[in-house]
């Protein structure tokens, strides 16, 4: 049996490697996904659970072109979290998204992937001055929102839940 490949791009920044989902992440995504800490993005939910979100991931590449990439730390090369674009049913447009794993906060990764995901997007996908869905009680990720220079537009809900809806700045894009 051969593995398909798929065309997403690697991002690299100062520190990361933004890279396509690999069966490998399987097993931290599935020790994130059993914590509370989760229910911010979807969670939690059992391993089950875990492997959809997985698949999910590649098939929004393949139905889409673009989508959600996985964080490395270029050094050790230890994956760390997700970053990028989703849009499915549900969503109102296209949205920048972002989450570590436990141990990877606070080192100031979320921002330089989200920063190179979402520039990546206005870039190649047309897809400039997204929106960012926030949970109420998620303090942290709406500090990385106003640290990318995101503003509160409006209260929203997504899949039923309530949350804020946060505008990111249009950016600059060659020609």
Known sequence: MTALTLPIPVIETKRLILRAPRLDDLKPMAAFFETERSHMVGGPRDAAG?????????????LNGYGLWHIDEKSPGSF????????????????????LLEGAEGKGY???????????????????????????ANNRSMALAERLGAKFEREGALHGKRCQVWRHPRLEVQA
């Open 50 to 62: 875990s492997y959809t979100s997985l698949v999910s991931r590649l098939g929004h590449w393949v």
């Open 80 to 99: 760390v979290g997700w970053t990028g674009m989703i849009f499915a049913p549900g969503w109102d447009e296209p949205e920048l998204g972002w989450s």
């Open 110 to 136: 979320s921002f330089e992937a989200a920063t190179a995901a979402r520039s990546h997007a206005a870039q190649h996908r047309g897809m400039n001055g997204v929106i960012s869905y926030i949970a109420h």
